[in-house]
């Protein structure tokens, strides 16, 4: 992996060698320092790089927030009881899938099981053939 360093030289992120050696070639970062790998083209051949730096400083957004319908407060609402089936709930489930629009909302997002999560998938619950224990709701 290449260590990826903004411009202030703060570490951002890390990727594949190449896209490393791809940043550098097109002059959107700097090397600092590189690997004995040899990374071959048709045209050319380089070192991979180890740790890069960007020339044009990338400002870190914020997280998006999802009206505070998170994972741990949609499973302590539902008390990490799977909606489903009843039994212990350790993920989230949207009950409208995001595949079809469903939104990160209290109403859509019910805590679940990972056997219930696994078996409705991407599907609806009336394609699923599941039913909810309870109607989510926004506290």
Same mark, same amino acid.
Not at 47 to 61: C, D, E, H, K, M
Not at 112 to 136: D, F, I, T, V
């Given at each position: 992996?290449?260590?990826? $360093?903004?411009?202030?030289?703060?570490? $951002? #992120?890390a990727c594949h060698p190449v896209r490393g050696a791809l940043l550098l070639r097109e002059n959107k970062a700097h090397e600092v320092? #590189?690997?004995?790998?040899?990374?071959? #083209?048709?045209? $050319?051949?380089?070192?991979?790089?180890?740790?890069?730096?960007?020339?044009?400083?990338?400002?870190?957004?914020?997280?998006?927030?999802?009206?505070?319908?998170?994972?741990?407060?949609?499973?302590?609402?539902?008390?990490?009881?799977?909606?489903?089936?009843?039994?212990?709930?350790?993920?989230?489930?949207?009950?409208?899938?995001?595949?079809?629009?469903?939104?990160?909302?209290?109403?859509?997002?019910?805590a679940c099981c990972a056997k219930c999560n696994a078996r409705k998938g991407a599907l609806s619950l009336k394609q699923s053939g599941?039913?909810? $224990?309870?109607?989510?709701?926004?506290?």
């Amino acid at each position: 992996r290449t260590l990826v $360093l903004n411009a202030d030289y703060s570490p $951002l #992120s890390a990727c594949h060698p190449v896209r490393g050696a791809l940043l550098l070639r097109e002059n959107k970062a700097h090397e600092v320092e #590189s690997t004995d790998i040899l990374l071959f #083209s048709e045209k $050319l051949s380089l070192r991979a790089p180890a740790v890069i730096v960007l020339t044009q400083y990338q400002s870190i957004g914020k997280p998006r927030r999802t009206g505070n319908s998170t994972r741990p407060r949609i499973l302590q609402r539902d008390a990490c009881v799977c909606q489903y089936c009843g039994g212990v709930a350790r993920t989230v489930d949207h009950v409208i899938p995001k595949s079809d629009g469903g939104r990160d909302t209290w109403t859509n997002m019910v805590a679940c099981c990972a056997k219930c999560n696994a078996r409705k998938g991407a599907l609806s619950l009336k394609q699923s053939g599941m039913r909810l $224990l309870r109607e989510p709701l926004e506290p």
